[in-house]
Structure formats: structure tokens, C-alpha cells
């Protein structure tokens, strides 16, 4: 059996990085994260920029903003804990068992990679894989390989980038850490410093009996820590696979584009966290907090899952484009359900038909252009309402042997008009003989009818009609054929279709 | 005395600089077609209307227009191809294309808005002149009708020639059938291929009902531009009578070939 081995990750200044992370643009900022309730807000978290410009933890709200070209931001949870959840995603690729070990504003978790050196080879090449899959989800961490538990936790703490510990070296690598990466109890603290004792190495060389019996029995945990001996119970956690990305803004945004700039960036994250899962997004619901308390919500649906992010990207514009916010955005939450990756095996000679994922697009484009319930197939009713049909949404089904009915042979085919069109008709023995609409007289050559139809007479929905087929000629002496429908509810005439 | 193919090789030379190869006969090539299923039509037309080109079919009401190009998109459905229709005015009858064998799940039906006579008729056709930019530029399409055929002529010739060569240079680079039904050409040297419908014969009044109404095409661009006349088969009563001998009488015009569809089919030189 291999010995133990653990990976340690510590990702510190986590709300700023958590900020940061969506908002790509401040990123060679300086950025600094301010908590508690105003006015005593304080700065909780800062990237690097933010340091070097001088500020510093702690440093009060109007001080902060009192430093020449700094951001300030308001601490989200919320986004925090997204961020968490795709640095445990990202972890989880390479070993199932994950303990979290979070301190204060940091985000740290300990790894156990025992026995995955044949999957993703030494330790060392297994952490900087796992740091270039942290980076591209832009989250930045330092890591730590030790065989003990609490040695990788205490290593990654207190230095920054990639320290493998090999078996038995645990004591060496923590022997000149200051001893405030243990968190001791402050009274252990205070008398240590009394001591004069400084580093991990100093407490670790300390007589155990004569400790104890000074300090009591938890001065050998602390003792042990600093060896690098202190034993440990793994307690894994479960890695929550939830494709959700969120970023609420500090003022409300009413511009599209600036929205659809944080929605390309989270669109990437979801896909790319969803690839590697071997899977693809499957459906996009975005939802959104307006200003005045009001919500937005609309769910986006692919013909196929999919992870291109340009197509998907594409579907959320047209989409907000089609349904635009009626206020102005507050936070933007973007949640997708993952499903199988589509594969479509293509007939050699079967006939074309257009990409699903393109067709999407094009369709979306066509309903801004022509109107959301205007674009479709058309589907019969089952009802013998003349011209009665309702749209359902084109798909292209993919199948390798279509049915093939027998051809009708051709026939009259009509011209409907939409909305029908009221004439005055002229009888004669309850024949029409001429009617007229709007612009000119027909004269009737031959009429053939009346086809009642009636129906739905138990709903709204009723109609009693008279129709007839007629023969006519214009005032041009152009013979048409139509269709002429008297409403007997109403007593009206409509010239409803024409023969072509 | 030099061959004729040094006669030949000479002359070329000499006109080399206006007309390039000017007596080397022009390699043909075989245009791709689809048949449109009214084998008379398929056979003026060699096979039937081409593919990756426009077409247009044109006349005034009752001339036929929406019967044929719902029975090409029948055959091309039937082939389990995808078709749309870009309706300017939302004048398709859904049952009428049913009725002629349009499968209508493989039918994409794009309805322009039209807010009525009074509107503004230019804002449906610009609705569709974009949607069939859109659905030439997607691809995939085996057929796609571009209805203008209750547009005025003023209006649609209003559509520039560039707008036509585009749809053109689309439909032949996704090898989509470009049907466009007008009441007068629109697409001028765009069009592969210009159907002129007419209708050809009032039906008889002594019946019940509506049957027996012809139409007579007449094609330009062809290489048989011979006019062909088409009868179709009544409407009503019900559809159990529908396949029932509609088209059964014959027309003699002199040199007009007639032909009649619809269960059965005659004709005559």
C-alpha cells in the first residue's frame, strides 16, 4: 500500500479573487473588498495592485477610498461561495476526496492523492496541472505535497507557489515558519514569545514532558504540528456539481453589452466546467434582480447541448435582445443544467438538413425579426374549424428512414387573408352575384355552396358559418377564385382565402 | 490551304484580347435538379426546377402559383428535406399544404408581420427579405419559397438586383431551391429559371363544386419554352372524394400542348 499523501490548496485574499474572477476588467486594478455595514465598513480583502498603492486589512472605508485610482468593492458571499464551489470542481478532477479547511477570508482545502501517481504522475506535475486548471477558471492558489495532513495545510498557508515535502522531511520544512501560522491559543502564544520562541523549529525542539508540564496536554498537539506529526482523521467532503455562476453589480446596469460582458465570462466557466465532467449545457436559465424588487428570468434552450461558447453566447444576446429587462440589472445569476454531449451519426446520402446549433441562432434571429410566435411549424388542430392551426418550434429531426406517405396529387391551394376581409356581398335566390371589398367590385360568374360548418358552441370559441366557393371576375375582367364565408352569428360577410 | 483547326486556333489568336476562346465551344456544365412531382413540369423543365438557383413563378391569383410550389415542397419533404416558406403577407393555408403532401414538421414557416392594409407594406418585406438572407445563410435548406405573390409589382420590383444576386450567390453555395412566387418577375437575370402561370380555363357551372380548374405555365429561360397547361383537382365535397377523377376533360388550343394532373394525365402535341 502507497504511504499518505496530501495535497494542500490555499487560495488567500478569496473575496477579492472571488470578485475578480467575472470582472476580468479590474483585474490590473486595484481592487479592494470592503465588509461590515456602512459607514464602519473595512477593507477584508485586496489584490496586489491594491497592496503595492499601500492599502492594507483593516483599513477603514474612507481611508481606502482616500488612495488615488482604487476600486472598491462590497463583499458577496454569494459570489464566494460559487467561487468555492468551482475550486472544489476543479479539485475534484484530480481525487475524489476533498477536505475543506478554510480560515478567516482564505479558501483551503486538503486533497488526498495517495495512489494517483499513475494517473497524473508526481505530485509536483499533479500540482501544476491542478494550478493551471485553477488559473484558467482565474482563481489563483499556492499549493503544498506533504505526507502528513497538517504539514501541507500549515506549508501552503505560509508560502506562496508549489512545495512538494518529501516523506520524512516534515519537520525541516516547517521548522522556520513563524509560529502564527498554527493559531495557537493566545495564552500559549504569549508565553512562547516569552520563551523567546519564535519559529516552528524552535517550539518542535522543546522537551515534550517539560512542556506539558508547563503548557498542559495541548501543548503537544501544538508541539506535534510543528514536528509535522500530528496525526489525522480525513474527513472528505461531498463536491456539489451545481452549474451555477452569479455576480451582482455595485450599481445597476442598464446597457446590454455590459451585461453580456460578464455573461461570456460565466457562459466560459460553465462550459468549461461542464467538459469536464465529459458533458455539455444542456439548457440556460438567466435570472436576473431588477431595480424596484422586480425579477427576470428567462430559460434558454439548445436544440443540443452544447459547450461552444460562441453559440451559446450568441443565444443569450438574441434572447435578452428579444425580451430586453424593463429595469435596470441589480445581479446577474446564469444556471445551467448539464446534459450528455450530443453525437449524431450522418447518413452518407441522407438529405441535408441545417446544424442544429446554427439553426438555434437563425431561429432566434427570426423571431426578433419576425415575432416570437410567428416562426415555426405550422400543426393542424383537430377540429374541423376551417384554417384553424397553431405553431409549434422547428426541430430538425434526424432520422434515418423518414416516412414516406404516398404523394397526394396537387390541388387548389389557398391564399388566406389575414385578418379576413369584411365585403359587402350582393344576393340574389341567397346566391352571391357580386360583392365588394375595400378597393373593387367582383362580379360572381358561378357560386357553389353554402357549406355549413358550426361548432365549439359550448366555449368562446364558437363559430356558425356559411361558406362558399366562388368564381368571380374583377373590374379588369381577371377571373378570380375565392372563398366567401358568412358569419350567421353576426350576419356578416368576409372574403376569407382566394384560390392559387 | 491551312486546316480548319489552324483556321480556327488563328482566328482566336487574333480576337484573343475581346473575346477569349471566342470558337471553342463553352465546356456545359449538368445543372443539379429537383423534380417538382407533375412529371410535364419536371420535363419542360429537363428534371424539374434547378437547385442551388433561384426560380420564379409568377401570374395573378388563380394562376396556380401557391398549387405548384406546394407540390414541389411536397417532393422535397417527401425526400425528408427541410424546407421554409417566408410568407410577406401570412397568406399560407396550412391545410392546403397538407392536403397537396407537405409534411409539415419539416416545413419552416416564417409569418412576416402585417398589421393590416393601411400598414406600412414595406416593413413585411423587409422582415422577409432579411429572414431568407438569414435562412440562405444558415444552410441546410433543400427548398425555400419566398412568397411575394400577394405583393405589389410596384413594390417588389422595388428590391434591388444586388439583394436578388445575393440570394443568388447563397442559394448556389448552400444548394437550396430558391422559389420565389410573384405576380410579375422580380428577380430579373438572378433567376435561373421564370415560370409565367396563367389561369387557363374557368370550370363549368353545371357541379356542385368547385373542380376542374386549369393553369397554364409558360417558361422562359428554357431551352423548351413550349407553354404546358396543368389542371388540378377539386377542393370539395369532403376528402373522401378528393382522389376521385377531377381533372378529366381536355382542352384542344391548336399548337398549346394540354395536359391535365391529378390521378390522371394526358397529353398531346
Known sequence: MSPELYLSIHADEFPAQALLRLRTDLAVQPVAVLDGHPPLQTVCSLNRHARLKGAALGMPRLEAEGIPGMHLLARSLEIEAAARSVLHECAAHFSPRIEAVSLSTACSCVLDITGTERLFGPPETLAYRLRAALSTAGLRASFAVSSNFHTARIKTVATRGITVIPPGHEANALSKLPLAVLDLPRDHAETLTIWGIRTL????????????????????????????????????????????????????????????????????????????HAL???????????????IYRRPIHPALPSTDRKFLLKLLQLEIAAHPPQAAVLSLTLSAEAGQSSSVQLGLFAPQTPEPSRLDVTIARLKAIAGEDRVGSPVLEDTHRPGSFRMESFTVRTQSNPPTP?????????????????????????????????????????????????????????????????????????????VLVRNCTIDQWQLEAFYD | MPSASALRIQIEHSLERRFPAALSPIPRTIVETAATSIPEVDRVLNGGLP??????????????????????????????????????????????????????RQLLWIRCKNAGPSANPWAPLDQAIRATDLLLQAGGFSALVLDLGSTAPEHGLRIPLATWFRFRQAADRTRCSLLVLAQQPLAQSSAAVVLECAPLKAPSGNQTVLAN????????????????????????????????????????RGPLRQVFVSGMVEASA
Open chain 1, 280 to 294: 455539455s449545457l444542456a439548457s440556460l436559465v438567466v435570472h436576473m434582480e431588477l431595480t424596484g424588487g422586480r
Open chain 1, 406 to 482: 404516398e404523394l397526394a396529387s396537387p390541388r387548389m391551394a389557398l391564399r388566406r387573408m389575414r385578418p379576413p376581409v369584411p365585403v359587402r356581398v350582393q344576393l340574389n335566390a341567397l346566391e352571391p352575384v357580386a360583392f365588394r371589398d375595400r378597393q373593387q367590385t367582383f362580379k360572381v360568374s358561378a357560386a357553389y355552396g353554402p357549406w355549413k360548418t358550426s361548432g365549439c358552441w359550448w366555449s368562446t370559441e364558437t363559430w356558425n358559418t356559411e361558406e362558399w366557393d366562388v368564381l368571380a371576375e374583377t373590374g379588369t375582367g381577371a377571373p378570380v377564385a375565392c
Open chain 2, 51 to 104: 437547385v442551388g438557383a433561384i426560380s420564379e413563378i409568377t401570374g395573378p391569383v388563380f394562376s396556380g402559383r401557391t398549387s405548384l410550389a406546394l407540390t414541389f415542397l411536397a417532393a422535397r419533404t417527401h425526400e425528408g428535406c427541410v424546407c421554409a416558406w417566408v410568407d410577406v403577407h401570412d397568406a399560407l393555408d396550412s391545410e392546403s399544404a397538407a392536403a397537396n403532401g407537405v409534411a409539415l
Open chain 2, 213 to 252: 380548374c386549369g393553369y397554364q405555365l409558360r417558361t422562359s429561360r428554357s431551352a423548351n419554352p413550349a407553354p404546358l397547361s396543368i389542371a388540378t383537382g377539386q377542393r370539395k365535397p369532403p376528402a373522401s372524394t378528393w382522389l376521385a377523377t377531377a381533372a378529366s376533360q381536355r382542352e384542344n
Open chain 1, 201 to 276: 523549529g524552535e517550539l518542535a525542539a522543546l522537551p515534550e514532558s517539560e512542556l506539558v508540564a508547563r503548557l498542559g496536554p495541548q501543548a503537544v498537539v501544538s508541539r506535534d504540528l510543528a514536528r509535522g506529526a500530528q496525526p489525522h482523521t480525513f474527513q472528505p467532503i461531498e463536491a456539489e456539481f451545481t452549474l451555477r455562476e452569479f455576480c451582482d453589480f455595485e450599481t445597476p446596469v442598464e446597457q446590454i453589452n455590459s451585461l453580456l460582458f460578464i455573461g461570456a465570462r460565466m457562459i466560459d466557466c460553465l462550459a468549461a466546467r461542464a467538459s469536464a
